[in-house]
């Protein structure tokens, strides 16, 4: 199981997401508290963020290697500002390779997206018949060999089918259609994904059959005035952090307001 976070809010320097809460992303891939699977997160790790003022592509930066040995984050965090940022840390599925193509968040467009969870023995379950139901366009702008690009790809499937189609509803389509698939082929799935196109943020706690991985949001921190933090783990002491009910979406609007869907 991956550890993930997304921030959406005033801009803020990248280490006040990654660097300076005393349980960050840093921690939790040596000291997880709630990962339900794996012990550490040391598959590499990766973030996106979006330019605080110009309407351009988000940028990604990503490595193979466990998130405390990187010694070129700290200086990036401390320099790049934004006011929507993912980020993740890798516990790699078995059989998965370590490379960067499999190293999330994965990008199209204004579109990023992370994903902590499984599709149970992807390759030899679901493969085929995801890659098959994806558009020619979403089909090939897969370069790794993760259920996680392949479930990406597939939101970007559903908003490439319906282009007006709200964040969350690509989603939803997603995880349902994902669960019917797993369901006839008698498979559990785990889909705590966040997504992000710059203005909003959603995220899903969700998996068939059995309980999803843990996920949080927060809002309105002394640290973070008017942001709002999803996280799989709680990164600071705040007793306002509220967990995100099985199964259901939580939903962050550009202008900060936050509501949930059960899906």
């Not at 991956?2 to 801009?11: I, N």
């Not at 085929?128 to 597939?154: V, W």
């Not at 309980?211 to 709002?228: E, F, K, T």
Request: charged content about 15%; hydrophobic content about 35%.
């Amino acid at each position: 199981m991956c550890r993930l976070l997304g921030y959406l809010g005033p801009s803020v320097r990248l280490d006040t997401l990654l660097l300076k809460p005393e349980h960050s992303l840093i921690a939790q891939s040596y000291q997880p508290r709630e990962m339900t699977a794996g012990l550490l997160n040391a598959d590499g790790f990766g973030l996106g963020w979006y330019h605080p003022e110009q309407p351009i592509a988000p940028c990604i930066y990503r490595n193979t290697t466990p998130i405390w040995s990187d010694q070129n984050l700290t200086n990036l965090a401390h320099y790049v500002e934004s006011g929507c940022m993912l980020a993740y840390v890798r516990s790699a599925t078995v059989g998965q390779s370590v490379q960067l193509s499999n190293c999330q968040p994965y990008r199209q467009g204004q579109l990023l997206g992370i994903h902590n969870g499984f599709i149970d023995q992807f390759r030899s379950t679901l493969y085929r018949k995801l890659r098959s139901h994806l558009s020619d366009r979403c089909y090939q702008t897969i370069e790794g060999t993760t259920d996680s690009e392949h479930i990406f790809a597939l939101v970007c499937h559903e908003l490439e089918q319906t282009p007006d189609l709200p964040l969350q509803s690509a989603l939803t389509a997603t995880l349902k259609r994902i669960t019917n698939w797993a369901a006839a082929a008698n498979i559990s799935v785990s889909l705590n994904i966040v997504l992000s196109d710059g203005q909003s943020l959603v995220a899903s706690r969700y998996a068939y059959p059995n309980p999803p991985p843990s996920l949080y949001w927060v809002q309105d921190d002394l640290s973070l005035p008017s942001g709002v933090l999803i996280a799989s783990e709680p990164t600071f002491e705040n007793k306002h952090w509220t967990a995100v009910a099985e199964n259901s979406l939580v939903v962050v609007t550009p202008d900060q307001e936050v509501y949930t869907e059960t899906v």
